[in-house]
């Protein structure tokens, strides 16, 4: 049974950054697809950031163009974590983040991951 695991949402001021941290757990192989995407109130959920990792070393990252520059993808020290480092967060950021993660990068590629977490909340308020 994998299990994606968030935190490190919150309410910040714009400008700041934030880290958000997903554990994964479950998955029988080290290789698998794993990322980020957020939905916004009224608005479709979208992808953020996601990549495909192995046991060796970890595929290209994929960025929305929204964020690119300014959110980072990374594994994390603890095994099978990753986080996303939001830096210049703006007014248009804010939405409920959901880990993501799929044996098939494909299928996450597409929007379509077998997995998800259950959402952190990241607001952005003066």
């Known amino acids: 049974q994998v299990q994606l695991v968030e935190s490190g949402g919150g309410l910040v001021a714009p400008g700041t950054s934030l880290t958000l941290s997903c554990t994964a757990s479950?998955?029988?192989?080290?290789?698998?697809?794993i990322g980020w995407f957020r939905q916004a109130p009224g608005k479709e959920r979208e992808a953020v950031s996601y990549f495909r990792r192995t046991d060796q070393e970890d595929g290209r990252i994929w960025y929305a163009s929204s964020v690119k520059g300014r959110f980072t993808l990374s594994r994390g020290n603890a095994k099978n974590t990753v986080n996303l480092q939001m830096n210049n967060l703006q007014y248009e950021d804010p939405a409920i983040y959901y880990c993501a993660a799929d044996s098939s990068f494909a299928r996450l590629h597409a929007g379509r991951p077998d997995y998800w977490g259950q959402g952190t909340q990241v607001n952005v308020s003066s």
């Open positions: 479950g998955f029988t192989s080290d290789y698998y697809a």
